[in-house]
Nanobody, 119 residues
């Protein structure tokens, strides 16, 4: 079994910052990539950012220059520093990881953490 646990969400004013954390635990041989997705009310879940083992990162256009993803594969963790937050960033943020265990590769999800940007 693998678990992903997110933390760090909350309520913040426009222009503010939050830092999300996600830690994976359980039966893990290797983590290939970790990332963050988000889902706003009435919208589909969308990819926000990914951090692959080896350091390659990617971002959706709407967060480039404002969000920074960092992976610590020694700790099976990924972080998302969110600056200059906007109301449209309001969503439930989900951690995702592609993990190999016993030669099987699967995607795992956390339960999500709410981020609300509002004055």
């Amino acid at each position: 079994q693998v678990q992903l646990v997110e933390s760090g969400g909350g309520l913040v004013q426009p222009g503010g910052s939050l830092r999300l954390s996600c830690a994976a635990s359980g039966s893990i041989d290797i983590i290939f990539v970790m990332g963050w997705y988000r889902q706003a009310p009435g919208k589909e879940r969308e990819l926000v950012a990914t951090s692959a083992r080896g350091g390659i990162t990617s971002y959706t256009d709407s967060v480039k220059g404002r969000f920074t993803i960092s992976g610590d594969y020694a700790k099976n963790s990924v972080y998302l520093q969110m600056n200059s937050l906007k109301p449209e960033d309001t969503a439930v943020y989900y951690c995702n990881a592609r993990i190999m265990n016993a030669l099987r590769v699967n995607d795992y999800w956390g339960l999500g953490t709410q981020v609300t940007v509002s004055s």
